[in-house]
């Protein structure tokens, strides 16, 4: 098992530039999220997936895509960059077992990709 | 809007003592709330959940509260080791079926020194 595995490991854009940063998880997890953590304001959910085909905004979507072709890959696309984007990225993937509100398990991490726009 | 607060000062300690970080949250009504920790440059790591009609929960050196009514949870390191020293982040999730998210905490660096 590779857990979450997240590419690229770093990154640098130009304002305007456009690119996609990779998450796969090969736990069958249906729940996929990516979320970006800024020094002193912890991680803050963009997007999430709770199955393919499905995804959701979360907090701070603005500027970002998503989509869930498979169980397997969630891709979070910055369609043009701006300095503000510049942080570091991570990607989650986890089970609600059974379809039950009441039972949840942990959410397993990827390493995440530093991201700078200049 | 839903805040999530935890200790705003890092904490050093002295190897063998016990570690209590806070977690307080507004506007929210969390079923589960979970402790991760986090090591410079990595993703955060699952260290224990606990659900809103648990009051404590133990695993190993590790032992977390959860109080409802005062909307906060304590997470305690017992004979703390340097081995500990990282920042431990809490996550709470409402638990709504099909919207698994955690809203996080900025954190709190622990110092555990020899």
């Given amino acids: ?118 | 809007s839903q805040k999530i607060e935890q200790n705003s000062e890092a904490l050093n300690i002295q190897e063998g003592k016990t570690a209590t970080l806070t977690c307080n949250y507004t506007n929210y009504s969390p079923a589960y709330l979970q402790w991760y920790r986090q090591d410079p440059g990595r993703g955060p790591v699952f260290l224990l959940l606990i659900r809103e009609n648990e009051k404590e929960k133990r695993k190993e050196r590790l032992k977390v509260t959860f109080d409802t009514t005062l909307k906060q949870s304590l997470f305690h390191i017992t004979a703390s080791q340097p081995a500990d020293s990282a920042t431990y982040l809490c996550a709470l999730d409402s638990g709504v079926a099909n919207d698994y998210k955690l809203s996080f905490g900025a954190g709190t660096t622990v110092t555990v020194r020899a």
């Fill in chain 1, 1 to 118: 098992n590779a857990g979450v595995t997240q590419t690229p490991k770093f990154q640098v854009l130009k304002t305007g530039q456009s690119m996609t940063l990779q998450c796969a998880q090969d736990m069958n997890h249906e729940y996929m999220s990516w979320y970006r953590q800024d020094p002193g304001m912890g991680l803050r959910l963009i997007h999430y997936s709770v199955g393919a085909g499905i995804t959701d905004q979360g907090e701070v979507p603005n500027g970002y895509n998503v989509s869930r072709s498979t169980t397997e890959d969630f891709p979070l696309r910055l369609l043009s960059a701006a300095p503000s984007q510049t942080s570091v990225y991570f990607c989650a993937s986890g089970h609600q077992r059974d379809g039950l509100a009441g039972v949840r398990e942990t959410q397993y991490f990827g390493p995440g990709t530093r991201l700078l726009v200049l």
